[in-house]
């Protein structure tokens, strides 16, 4: 599953590198938890672009065969995420990102290069 992972990272990265957000990380986690084994934290400047970038992603991954497991947050577009079961995407909208520090608290993970 590792080498999938990456893989989904990967391709993760490089289509919301395509957008214009404020930040994006790709956190290896394999060593701080059961749940995934990557997380992608993209940090946008509105609500408006959260949905849309999410709405792009989903869709750009599905057109690649990869279909979301479960996702939340479309409701107030503030942190949407979409978890693709090894890697767990969490798109916030700035503030929320400031607020919540969901990059400090995995903090201890290996940080990989957004366009890995």
Known sequence: MEKGSYSLAAKISQILDKKKLD???VIDVRELTALTDYFVIAVCSNT?????TAEE?????????????QKEGYSTSTWILLDY??????ILYKEDADFYGIHRL?????QISPSI
């Open 23 to 25: 930040s994006i990380e």
């Open 48 to 52: 408006r672009q959260t949905k849309a």
């Open 57 to 69: 992603l989903e869709y750009q991954l599905e057109q690649q065969g990869n279909m979301v497991y």
């Open 106 to 110: 995995w903090q201890d993970g290996i």
């Open 85 to 90: 079961l090894g890697v767990i995407v969490h």
